[in-house]
T-cell receptor, first 113, second 111 residues
Framework: QKEVEQNSGPLSVPEGAIASLNCTYSDRGSQSFFWYRQYSGKSPELIMSIYSNGDKEDGRFTAQLNKASQYVSLLIRDSQPSDSATYLCAVNFFSGSARQLTFGSGTQLTVLP | NAGVMQNPRHLVRRRGQEARLRCSPMKGHSHVYWYRQLPEEGLKFMVYLQKENIIDESGMPKERFSAEFPKEGPSILRIQQVVRGDSAAYFC?????????FGQGTRLTVV
């Protein structure tokens, strides 16, 4: 059973602070890692993807991947109230022509003005 | 380039009726995933399809649920004889390679 684990939160940070979201996964064969943002009542929106060890930065977002520790994280710098949402970690496992895109249960983030 | 299109956005069915949910992937995408989400819960994988093939249906309930992705036309998730417990948001996502993009979802309410 391939699993993706996230702290459910809720996580509260003040406006302008750094929000740190964490995720671990069970299958060492995992190859692709994603962060989605989901506002209440809306569909998930892809915000970051990362495929190799290290950091990947896109604007205020930085994704970090450590395959040896089976750990992926998302940092949000200069957090804004509009960042308040549930953040979903997703991991893609490949097996031949098949692939599984498995999601964690999400971390609810609240950015306080 | 239009995004993933799902319809209807909202669907109300009486117990025992059939629900048919449609998903048109983004242009050039040949992979489709279906997920179910209950209020305040995470996304639960249901089925993964490629054109004309069901690749992984390990998350699909054994009875009443079926999915298809024909050579032409949208992917269809069909729920027969719906029960109140089927009320949820159903999302599909499409992918060409690694990144998957979601549609707006279908909110199914069974009354």
């Amino acid at each position: 059973q391939k699993e993706v684990e996230q702290n459910s939160g809720p996580l509260s940070v003040p406006e302008g602070a750094i929000a740190s979201l964490n995720c671990t996964y069970s299958d060492r064969g995992s190859q692709s890692f994603f962060w989605y943002r989901q506002y209440s009542g809306k569909s998930p929106e892809l915000i970051m993807s990362i495929y190799s060890n290290g950091d990947k930065e896109d604007g205020r977002f930085t994704a970090q991947l450590n395959k040896a520790s089976q750990y992926v994280s998302l940092l949000i710098r200069d957090s804004q109230p509009s960042d308040s949402a549930t953040y979903l970690c997703a991991v893609n496992f490949f097996s031949g022509s098949a692939r599984q895109l498995t999601f964690g249960s999400g971390t609810q983030l609240t950015v306080l003005p | 380039n239009a995004g993933v299109m799902q319809n209807p956005r909202h669907l109300v069915r009486r117990r025992g009726q059939e629900a048919r949910l449609r998903c048109s992937p983004m242009k050039g995408h040949s992979h489709v995933y279906w997920y179910r989400q209950l209020p305040e819960e995470g996304l639960k994988f249901m089925v993964y399809l490629q054109k004309e093939n069901i690749i992984d249906e390990s998350g699909m309930p054994k009875e009443r649920f079926s999915a298809e992705f024909p050579k032409e036309g949208p992917s269809i998730l069909r729920i027969q004889q719906v029960v109140r417990g089927d009320s949820a948001a159903y999302f599909c996502a499409s992918s060409r390679d690694r990144e998957a993009f979601f549609g707006q979802g279908t909110r199914l309410t069974v009354v």
